[in-house]
């Protein structure tokens, strides 16, 4: 099972811009779907956005569509969250995710995945 290391969070004001990126130790060409979550104090985990080993499926929460965009680099074993127009409502700790067995068809719920980072804080300032 691969480490994965989530980076690029940090503070923004609305309107801004962030790249999140998540390195995995190893390859993550058979991870057969990654994922994007998000989760605030006291909030549960939700899925932001997911994508399919080949990079040709994407699915995404409709809080963020239009506006997040998730894309993975194989040959790198890195998966991105392009994220603009931020909101101060998406201010939240982001974790990327993967699993292995299935590939989504939407946005799946956290405990379909077993792989997870630490986490990358996001700050978006009114």
């Known amino acids: 099972q691969v480490r994965l290391v989530e980076s690029g969070g940090g503070s923004v004001q609305a309107g801004g811009s962030l790249r999140l990126s998540c390195t995995a130790s190893?390859?993550?060409?058979?991870?057969?779907?990654m994922g994007w979550f998000r989760q605030g104090p006291g909030k549960e985990r939700e899925g932001v956005a997911v994508?399919?080993?080949?990079?040709?499926?994407?699915y995404y929460a409709d809080s963020v569509k239009g506006r997040f965009t998730i894309a993975r680099d194989n040959a790198k074993n890195i998966l991105y969250l392009q994220m603009n127009s931020l909101k101060p409502e998406d201010t939240d700790m982001y974790y990327c995710?993967?699993?292995?067995?299935?590939?989504?068809?939407?946005?799946?719920?956290?405990?379909?995945?077993?792989?997870w980072g630490q986490g990358t804080q996001v700050t978006v300032s009114s």
């Open positions: 995710a993967a699993r292995y067995d299935l590939y989504c068809f939407t946005v799946l719920p956290s405990s379909s995945f077993p792989s």
């Open positions: 190893g390859s993550i060409y058979t991870a057969r779907c």
């Open positions: 994508i399919n080993s080949g990079g040709g499926n994407t």
